[in-house]
């Protein structure tokens, strides 16, 4: 099946310091990938979507300048928290898709971040 | 009133026993529906997706869409222990579109 590789799992930096997250697709090529953030106990919050070598599409309240996401390749996509403080402590996923209707989306394992 | 309605339980069931999950939506549009299974501090598993009306059994998961009444269930024959987790529904009008998620039902079967 499809498989989604995201790195790191875990990570505290300091504050005021940027911290880059990346996800893989291992066996398919991922046409879209989605950006999530979730809260404790909560769903999924979609970030931002984006499109292999396209200027990524960001939902409305979401810092553009603060979360840089970056879809370089078809494998390839990296959300970078820049200037990062504690009240972006969260747990963020990656998703992707290939588009067609027999992948489905297929998500990573997440990000929990931690900003001291 | 959200797009795709939930209930977030927490729902406790004893092992062996059948499990009901459902939701709600308002969107029409929604063709591509998919259940995911999350456990704590990790990223949600496909567990079923399927295109439009009707049923699609996976092992001990079966997932029912009934277009007309803007309804989805899955159903979990057997449960156990293991399948402890939240399980969310999600839906899209086109595939590669961004997903909508309902809340999440927080499931605990106990042994």
């Known amino acids: 099946g499809a498989v989604v590789s995201q790195h790191p799992s875990r990570v505290i930096c300091k504050s005021g310091t940027s911290v880059k997250i990346e996800c893989r697709s291992l066996?398919?090529?991922?046409?879209?990938m989605f950006w999530y953030r979730q809260f404790p106990k909560q769903s999924l919050m979609l970030m931002a979507t984006s499109n292999e070598g396209s200027k990524a599409t960001y939902e409305q309240g979401v810092e553009k300048d603060k979360f840089l996401i970056n879809h370089a390749s078809l494998t390839l996509s990296t959300l970078t928290v820049t200037s990062a403080h504690p009240e972006d402590s969260s747990f963020y996923i990656c998703s992707a898709t290939g588009g067609g209707s027999s992948y489905g989306y297929t998500f990573g394992s997440g990000t929990r971040l931690t900003v001291v | 009133q959200k797009e795709v309605e939930q209930d977030p339980g927490p729902l406790s069931v004893p092992e062996g026993a059948i499990v009901s999950l459902n939701c709600t939506y308002s969107n029409s549009a929604f063709q591509y529906f998919m259940w995911y299974r999350q456990y704590s501090r990790k990223g949600p598993e496909l567990l079923m997706y399927t295109y439009s009306s009707g049923n699609k059994e996976d092992g001990r998961f079966t997932a029912q869409v009934d277009k007309s009444s803007k309804y989805i269930s899955l159903f979990i024959r057997d449960s156990q222990p293991s399948d402890s987790a939240t399980y969310l529904c999600?839906?899209?009008?086109?595939?590669?579109?961004?997903?909508?998620f309902g809340g999440g039902t927080r499931l605990m079967v106990k042994p």
């Open positions: 066996d398919f090529q991922a046409t879209t």
């Open positions: 999600a839906m899209s009008g086109n595939a590669g579109n961004m997903l909508t």
